[in-house]
């Protein structure tokens, strides 16, 4: 089991940057498959960027391709999401998310363990 707790959201301007972390308890966080997912209210949760065990996969949603960068750090525990070019659509609750496996997947249902989510707003 794998506990997640995100941490690096806030308010931001238009066009500006946040760093996401999502740091993990235990010490099997290499065998975890990660994602970061999104959810704007009213709205479904939405997979942002995945991130295969070892980091050699990675993959990410269309309106996010270009402008965030997903990464993770085994020895420490973390995965980042640095996100650049911020827009008004990305405002969102955040959530990083695990699942015991390899490869990466882009459905919600297929991961096992979630953070609470942090909040981005981008503000014009």
């Known amino acids: 089991q794998v506990q997640l707790v995100e941490s690096g959201g806030g308010s931001v301007q238009a066009g500006g940057s946040l760093r996401l972390s999502c740091a993990a308890s235990?010490?099997?966080?290499?065998?975890?498959?990660m994602g970061w997912f999104r959810q704007a209210p009213g709205k479904e949760r939405e997979f942002v960027a995945g991130?295969?065990?070892?980091?050699?996969?990675?993959n990410y949603a269309d309106s996010v391709k270009g402008r965030f960068t997903i990464s993770r750090d085994n020895a420490e525990n973390t995965m980042y999401l640095q996100m650049n070019s911020l827009k008004l659509e990305d405002t969102a609750v955040y959530y990083c998310?695990?699942?015991?496996?390899?490869?990466?997947?882009?459905?919600?249902?297929?991961?096992?363990?979630w953070g609470q989510g942090t909040q981005v707003t981008v503000s014009s």
């Open positions: 235990g010490r099997t966080f290499g065998t975890y498959a």
């Open positions: 991130i295969s065990r070892r980091g050699g996969i990675i």
């Open positions: 998310a695990a699942y015991l496996g390899a490869g990466i997947r882009d459905k919600a249902l297929d991961y096992d363990y």
